[in-house]
């Protein structure tokens, strides 16, 4: 089980680490980035609201605070692209 949240957290991170790089950088800012397609061997969910990013899998739940409060899209497993409009972020 702690590899499982060891895993969720890695994956929390990225979207941190890519929300808050698509915040700082501005209007404009663009790029693609992967998350995994399981978490070890689970399907999982990403959930981005309330200055919270909510990793899911099975009947665990992992949390990190973000800070920025909401996204426009859905982050999913495999490849998405992040995007700063205007200051508003955006994911598809």
Same mark, same amino acid.
């Given at each position: @089980?702690?590899?499982?949240?060891?895993?969720?957290?890695?994956?929390?991170?990225?979207?941190? &680490?890519?929300?808050?790089?698509?915040?700082?950088?501005?209007?404009?800012?663009?790029?693609?980035?992967?998350?995994?397609?399981?978490?070890? &061997?689970?399907?999982?969910?990403? &959930?981005?609201?309330?200055?919270?990013?909510?990793? &899911? /899998?099975?009947?665990?739940?992992?949390?990190?605070?973000?800070?920025?409060?909401?996204?426009?899209?859905?982050?999913?497993?495999? /490849?998405? @692209?992040?995007?700063?409009?205007?200051?508003?972020?955006?994911?598809?």
């Amino acid at each position: @089980m702690l590899k499982e949240y060891s895993e969720a957290e890695k994956i929390a991170n990225k979207i941190y &680490t890519e929300i808050e790089l698509a915040k700082e950088s501005g209007d404009g800012y663009r790029r693609s980035f992967y998350l995994p397609a399981k978490l070890l &061997t689970y399907d999982y969910n990403v &959930t981005v609201q309330s200055y919270e990013i909510l990793i &899911t /899998w099975k009947q665990n739940n992992f949390k990190i605070i973000s800070e920025v409060e909401n996204i426009s899209g859905q982050i999913t497993p495999g /490849w998405n @692209m992040i995007e700063n409009k205007k200051g508003e972020i955006y994911v598809s």
